[in-house]
């Protein structure tokens, strides 16, 4: 019986042994877990900015001018002889024909002490690439009023830039690298360093005037600059 009983302790020693390095063990696969998952989680998120100076490669003018009269065939009348006074302005600047077209007609009419009045309005659209010929037509439109044309208001130039899908690759990585810049400032204040990028999103890419750069008469201007903003979030090491 006592031998019996030895082994039996023997066996209950050994038992609780292996519990405690299994539980020693699993609390210092615990403790650097965490201490691990708390290292994983630290990270920092900065924005960072690209900007670009552009020049517009689209210009479009959308030109609006009406007639008003008593009957539709010399109101008609006007309207053709305004039409073709902006064909040969735009002739006489070098534009092809295929660069000015129609764009609406638009014909209205209202009876006042039994009088018809009619009024219509026309649009003509110039749509060109060349932006230094579109520049030199705004700067002298005020020949066209001297043709007989009057502009009527929202008659404006309007300049494009098309090609942003060719310049969002590189803008993207410059706003990436200034963002590393500044979780490097960070990391570099509190002691720590900049690991690999933890997230990423890419902002709105916005097209405006240039500081300080405007048309002549104060509206589009080709000259842009394009910006975009990214937020980034880094792991500290």
């Known amino acids: 019986m006592t031998g019996w009983t030895g082994k ?9 042994a292996i519990l405690s390095l299994g ?15 708390k290292a994983a989680d630290r990270a920092v998120t900065v924005r960072g900015l690209a900007e ?16 008003t009269g008593f009957d539709l065939p010399t109101v008609r009348s006007e309207i053709d002889a305004n039409s073709k006074a902006l064909q040969d302005y735009f002739r006489g600047m070098g534009f092809q024909p295929g ?26 659209q110039l749509r060109t690439t060349d932006i230094a010929r579109a520049q030199k037509a705004v700067a002298g439109q005020f020949d066209l009023v001297r043709r007989g044309v009057v502009l009527q208001e929202g008659s404006g130039m309007v300049y494009s830039f098309t090609r942003l899908n060719d310049i969002k690759p590189e803008m993207v990585a410059e706003a990436t690298r200034d963002a590393r810049k500044s979780a490097e400032q960070f990391a570099k204040d509190s002691g720590t360093a900049v690991g690999r990028i933890k997230s990423a999103t890419q902002g709105y890419f916005s097209i405006d005037a240039r500081d300080g750069d405007q048309s002549g008469g104060g509206g589009d201007t080709p000259y842009k600059k394009v910006r975009v903003v990214t937020t980034v979030e880094f792991y500290l090491d």
């Open 8 to 16: 039996t302790n023997a066996i209950l020693i050994g038992s609780a």
């Open 23 to 37: 539980i020693v063990t699993g609390g210092y696969l615990l403790g650097d877990g965490l201490t691990r998952a």
């Open 52 to 67: 670009k100076d552009v020049t517009a490669d689209l210009a479009t003018w959308t030109i609006s001018y009406s007639a």
């Open 99 to 124: 660069d000015l077209k129609p764009s609406s007609t638009n014909v209205s009419q209202y009876y006042n002490n039994g009088v018809n009045t009619i009024t219509v309005n026309q649009r003509m």
